[in-house]
C-alpha cells in the first residue's frame, strides 16, 4: 500500500508551472485550483464558481452531452445549438424524396412542428467527484492486472450506485492519467430531444469533404434542437404530453464577435487523446495503422461517391454513411502527415531517452522504471501483427454493411453465449429496430461491390493465419473469383430480405437454424472464431501488459516533472480547454487570417460543383446587403473563425465562449495540420475552427425566417 499512498500524494501536489496557456483539457470541478488565476490573467472576467458549480447555476448547467458530440443550451425552454454534422443522422432519419430536409433544411415555425429522435439523448453533468483514495483502498501491489480491473469494477458499482439511489440521475466512474486517478460523473439524462431546425447542407455542409479539416472554412455547421421533459422538468421518455425543459442555466450569445488575441474557452466533451503514448505507441498508429484504414476507407468512399451520383435516394440513405467514412478517412491523413511533419515521434524518443537516463541514476528509480520504456516496445513490436489483423478484420471484414449487419443477430445463435429467456426477448424486440433503420438506408448493389474491394483487400494484405475461415471458400471453391463469390453470398442470404427476417423475428417459436446456415452468418462466425482463437487471447494479454505500462509511465513521468501541470488525456467526460484567437501559418509563403467571410462563400461557388453550390436566398441577402444586426464593425458578415484551442473528436458542438462566458461561435473542427493534437499537440500549429454565432443566427433569422427561435434566446448586442 505504500507506494499507492505515494501516488496519490503526488497528484495531489502537482505544481502550477510549465505548460501552454492553450494546451489541456481540464477537469472543470479542479478549474479554481490549476486554472482560474492563469485565465483570468489571460482576460477572463469570470471565476471557477461561475464555470463549475454543484450548489448554484453555472455554465457547466448549459453543456449537454448528445450522442458522439456536444451540444449547448441556449434558451430557457431548452433550445440546444450543435453541429449540423452531429444531426445529419438525424437529418437524413427525417428526409424522404418528398421531404427532402438533408438538401432543403428543415424549421419547424411551431413547437408542435418539431421532431422527435428515438435514441437520441441530452446528458448534463450534476457533479464530479474525485473517488481515487476510494478505490485506492481496495488495491494492493501484490495484486495482478486481471484482479485488480475485478477490484476496481466491483468498487466502481458500488459507487455508482451509492451516488443515485433514491434519484432519477445516472453515473459513471472513468480513469484518469491511465488510471492513476478516478473520478465519478453524475448526471441527468434526457430522452426526449427534437430536431428544430437545420440549414440546407449547401450550408451546414459547404465545401463538403474536400473542405473537412481544412481552413480556411465556410461552413455553417449547425442545428437546432430541444430538449423536452415531463411536466415535473424531470427526464421522460418521448410522450406527446412532455414540455419544453427548464434549464438551470442557458448560455447568452454575444454579437460582439472576437478578435485576434482575444481569450476564448470551449467547454465539451472531447472524445479520445493520447498525449502521453510512448514513441512506440504514437507510431504503430501513425506509420502502420493509419495507412491500413486510409486505404480500406477510400475503397469505399470511392464505390460510395460513384454511385449517389446516380439516383437522388441513394444519395440520401448514403449521405451519413458517406461523410462518416470519409471523416476518418481525411483525419487519419491529416494526423500521419502532422507527426511526420513536427517529428512528434523523434521528439518523444528524446525524452525517453532523458527518462531512462533519469530513471537509472537512481537504483530505486532504476527498479521501478529502469526497463520500462523497452518493456514497452517490446510489447508493441508483439501485438503489432495481432494489431493488423483486429483492423483488417474491423475495416475490411465488418466494413461490407451486410456483414455488420449480420452481426447484430449472432447473440441469437452464439452457443459459448446462449440468452436467457427475458434477455432474448429484449435482444430481439431491439433487433426490429435495427431491421427497420438499416433497410431504411441500404442499397445492395453499393454493397456488393464494397464486398468485392474489401474481401479483394483482405485476402492480399493480410498473412493465411490471420485470415477468417471463410476465405479457404474464396480461395479453393471459387478460385479467388470475388465476383462469383458475391453473387453467391447475396443472392442465398436472408439478410438481404427485410421481409424473411422480419417473418423469422416474429415467431415466438423460431429457433433461429435459418440464421445460423446462413452464408453471410457464417462469414461473421468466421470473423468472430478468428477473433476467439487467433487474436483476443494474444491482443488481450499484450493490452493489458501495455496498460500497465503506460499506467506506471505516466506515473513516472508525473514524478520526474513535478513541476509541469499534467492535464488528463480526453476521455469522452466534460473538459475545458482555454486560449486565445489566433491566426497561423501552416507552411513556407502561406499566412491566414483568423476569420473567413460571406463573401468567401461566393468566392468559392462552384454550380457544377455539389459542395460548392451556394443557394440562391443567400446571395441574394448577401447582394442586398441584407445582414440585419448580424454584421461586424466593417459590415462583413463573419463566417467561420480559428482559435488556439486544444480540442478533440468529440468536441464538435461545443460553445466557443469569450471573456464573459458569452457564446460566440461553435466548434466544429481542426485545421489538417492539426489533427496530430490527438497524440501532440502543438500550439504553432494546432487551431480549432469555428461557425462564428453571428452567422448562426443570420442563418436562423434572415436566411430560414425562424425569427422566433432567435426571440427565445438572449443576446448580448
Not at 482560474?36 to 457547466?60: C, F, H, P, R, W
Not at 465488418?398 to 455488420?404: A, P
Request: glycine share 6%.
Amino acid at each position: 500500500m505504500k507506494k499507492l499512498v505515494i501516488l496519490i500524494s503526488l497528484f495531489a501536489f502537482i505544481g502550477l508551472s510549465n505548460l501552454r496557456a492553450d494546451e489541456g483539457m481540464w477537469i472543470p470541478s479542479l478549474i479554481q485550483e490549476l486554472n482560474e488565476k492563469e485565465m483570468q490573467d489571460l482576460g477572463m472576467m469570470l471565476t471557477a464558481e461561475d464555470i463549475y458549480s454543484v450548489n448554484n447555476s453555472s455554465l457547466k448547467d448549459a453543456i449537454v452531452k448528445i450522442p458522439g458530440c456536444t451540444g449547448e443550451i441556449v434558451s430557457d425552454q431548452g433550445l440546444i445549438l450543435t453541429n449540423h454534422h452531429c444531426g445529419y443522422g438525424r437529418i437524413q432519419a427525417h428526409s424522404t424524396l418528398e421531404n427532402d430536409y438533408l438538401t432543403d433544411g428543415f424549421w419547424a415555425m411551431k413547437k408542435s412542428e418539431e421532431l422527435p429522435n428515438p435514441g437520441m439523448y441530452a446528458r448534463i453533468l450534476i457533479s464530479i467527484e474525485d473517488v481515487t483514495d476510494k478505490i485506492y483502498n481496495v488495491l494492493n501491489d501484490g495484486m495482478t492486472e486481471v484482479e485488480r480491473d475485478k477490484a476496481i469494477k466491483a468498487k466502481i458499482k458500488e459507487l455508482t450506485k451509492a451516488a443515485t439511489e433514491g434519484t432519477h440521475y445516472d453515473a459513471f466512474v472513468r480513469p484518469f492519467y491511465y488510471g492513476n486517478k478516478y473520478y465519478l460523473f453524475v448526471n441527468e439524462t434526457f430522452k426526449d430531444v427534437r430536431l428544430v431546425g437545420a440549414p440546407p447542407s449547401n450550408i451546414g455542409k459547404f465545401g463538403g469533404d474536400t473542405d473537412n479539416w481544412m481552413w480556411p472554412r465556410h461552413t455553417g455547421d449547425f442545428s437546432v434542437f430541444r430538449i423536452y421533459a415531463n411536466k415535473d422538468n424531470k427526464p421522460a421518455e418521448y410522450s406527446e404530453d412532455n414540455v419544453p425543459y427548464k434549464p438551470k442555466n442557458h448560455l447568452k450569445i454575444s454579437l460582439k464577435g472576437v478578435d485576434e488575441g482575444d481569450f476564448t474557452m470551449v467547454f465539451g466533451y472531447p472524445g479520445r487523446t493520447q498525449e502521453y503514448l510512448p514513441s512506440y505507441g504514437v507510431e504503430i498508429n501513425t506509420e502502420v495503422l493509419n495507412p491500413i484504414k486510409i486505404k480500406l476507407r477510400a475503397e469505399r468512399l470511392n464505390i460510395f461517391k460513384r454511385e449517389v451520383e446516380k439516383d437522388k435516394k441513394v444519395r440520401i440513405q448514403y449521405a451519413s454513411k458517406t461523410a462518416g467514412v470519409a471523416n476518418g478517412w481525411k483525419k487519419w491523413q491529416g494526423e500521419t502527415r502532422g507527426i511526420r511533419r513536427f517529428d512528434a515521434i523523434g521528439k518523444k524518443r528524446a525524452f525517453e531517452k532523458e527518462f531512462v537516463a533519469w530513471a537509472n541514476a537512481d537504483e530505486t528509480r532504476k527498479e521501478l522504471y529502469g526497463d520500462l520504456i523497452a518493456n514497452y516496445e517490446k510489447a508493441t513490436n508483439d501485438i503489432k501483427p495481432l494489431q493488423i489483423a483486429y483492423t483488417y478484420m474491423r475495416e475490411a471484414g465488418y466494413g461490407i454493411e451486410i456483414v455488420r449487419f449480420a452481426s447484430s443477430f449472432y447473440p441469437l445463435i452464439d452457443a459459448d453465449k446462449p440468452l436467457a429467456a427475458d434477455k432474448r426477448q429484449k435482444t430481439i424486440k431491439s433487433l426490429n429496430g435495427t431491421v427497420e433503420r438499416f433497410f431504411k438506408n441500404y442499397y445492395q448493389p453499393i454493397d456488393e461491390e464494397v464486398f468485392e474491394a474489401l474481401l479483394k483487400r483482405y485476402n492480399e494484405d493480410v498473412p493465411v493465419e490471420y485470415l477468417p475461415a471463410f476465405f479457404s471458400e474464396l480461395n479453393g471453391k471459387y478460385k479467388g473469383d470475388y465476383q462469383k463469390y458475391a453473387d453467391r453470398i447475396f443472392k442465398k442470404s436472408i439478410f438481404t430480405s427485410k421481409e424473411k427476417i422480419e417473418k423469422i423475428l416474429s415467431n415466438p417459436k423460431a429457433n433461429f437454424k435459418a440464421f445460423e446456415k446462413d452464408p453471410v452468418m457464417k462469414m461473421v462466425a468466421s470473423l468472430k472464431q478468428l477473433e476467439k482463437d487467433k487474436i483476443k487471447p494474444y491482443r488481450g494479454k499484450l493490452t493489458t501488459d501495455i496498460q500497465k505500462y503506460q499506467r506506471t509511465f505516466m506515473k513516472a513521468q508525473m514524478e520526474m516533472q513535478p513541476e509541469i501541470r499534467w492535464y488528463p488525456d480526453a476521455n469522452s467526460t466534460i473538459r475545458l480547454t482555454y486560449g486565445q484567437v489566433k491566426a497561423f501559418e501552416p507552411m513556407d509563403a502561406v499566412s491566414y487570417k483568423h476569420y473567413t467571410t460571406l463573401e468567401g462563400i461566393l468566392e468559392k461557388e462552384n454550380p457544377d460543383i455539389y459542395d460548392y453550390v451556394v443557394e440562391e436566398k443567400l446571395k441574394e441577402l448577401y447582394r442586398n446587403k441584407d445582414f440585419g444586426q448580424y454584421a461586424d464593425k466593417n459590415g462583413q458578415i463573419v463566417v467561420c473563425f480559428i482559435a488556439a484551442n486544444h480540442t478533440s473528436g468529440g468536441n464538435s458542438g461545443s460553445p466557443i465562449l469569450n471573456k464573459h462566458g458569452h457564446l460566440v461561435g461553435i466548434n466544429f473542427d481542426r485545421n489538417w495540420e492539426g489533427t496530430m493534437s490527438d497524440l501532440s499537440y502543438d500550439p504553432n500549429y494546432c487551431r480549432n475552427i469555428s461557425v462564428d454565432a453571428r452567422y448562426v443566427l443570420f442563418i436562423i433569422d434572415k436566411f430560414a425566417g425562424a425569427g422566433h427561435l432567435v426571440e427565445e434566446m438572449t443576446i448580448i448586442k
